[in-house]
């Protein structure tokens, strides 16, 4: 099955300054990427998504980037702030089947200091 | 829209009791729900995937006879945990689907065996 590998799990920057967490994968045929943000105690949400057939997506502070050939995804938040703070989940779809289970990573607990 | 709804928020249970956790898709039919289990300062994990009259398909390592899924109608799916111990204490989350990939997280449910 799919696999998906997540670093750092813990990442802590200064207000303002950018943050990046990359993952990768293992089923060369993943073909949706989801990144999630959880904050403690609340359910995930979903703050961006990519799918196999492009290779960046942005909105706003937040951009995805997605190397199939090396598969391996980022997720990059610009101008970080205080309220940024919460632990971050990337997925992949494995193959297989039509339900489209995702697998996820470990998580980062992101940080953002004032 | 793409509202999910679990019930109860919060339960607190007897060792040996079952006790049983409601998913709702309230603005959308589902096709498919996913229950997953996260302990604290962990990730996501997939338990089950169900779709609306068939069988729930359970991921490995997870005891079907201990975790019941019904999946009756497009907008609700429950999970029974039978004779509940101290271990299954644990955030289970439910997410419905809507069309190929996208899932929307439920609130979750916060289960304490004592």
């Not at chain 1, 297989?96 to 489209?100: C, K, L, M």
């Not at chain 2, 509940?84 to 299954?88: F, I, K, L, R, T």
């Given at each position: 099955g799919e696999n998906v590998e997540q670093h750092p799990s813990t990442l802590s920057v200064q207000e303002g300054d950018s943050a990046v967490i990359k993952c990768t994968y293992s089923d060369s045929a993943s073909n949706y990427f989801p990144w999630y943000k959880q904050e403690l105690g609340k359910r995930p949400q979903l703050i961006i998504d990519i799918r196999s057939n492009v290779g960046e997506k942005k909105d706003q502070r937040i951009a995805v980037t997605l190397n199939k050939t090396a598969k391996h995804f980022s997720l990059h938040i610009t101008e970080t702030q205080p309220e940024d703070s919460a632990v971050y989940f990337c997925a992949a779809t494995g193959s297989?089947?039509?339900?489209?289970k995702l697998t996820f990573g470990k998580g980062t607990l992101l940080t953002v200091n004032p | 829209g793409a509202v999910v709804s679990q019930h109860p928020s919060r339960v607190i249970c007897k060792s040996g009791t079952s006790v049983k956790i409601e998913c709702r898709s309230l603005d959308f039919q589902a096709t498919t729900m996913f229950w997953y289990r996260q302990f604290p300062k962990q990730s996501l994990m997939l338990m089950a995937t169900s779709n609306e009259g068939s069988k729930a398909t359970y991921e490995q390592g997870v005891e079907k006879d201990k975790f019941l899924i019904n999946h009756a109608s497009l907008t609700l799916s429950t999970l029974t945990v039978t004779s509940?111990?101290?271990?299954?204490s644990s955030f289970y989350i439910c997410s419905a689907s809507i069309q190929r990939n996208e899932q929307f997280f439920g609130p979750g449910t916060r289960l304490t065996v004592l």
């Open positions: 297989g089947g039509s339900n489209y | 509940a111990h101290p271990e299954d």
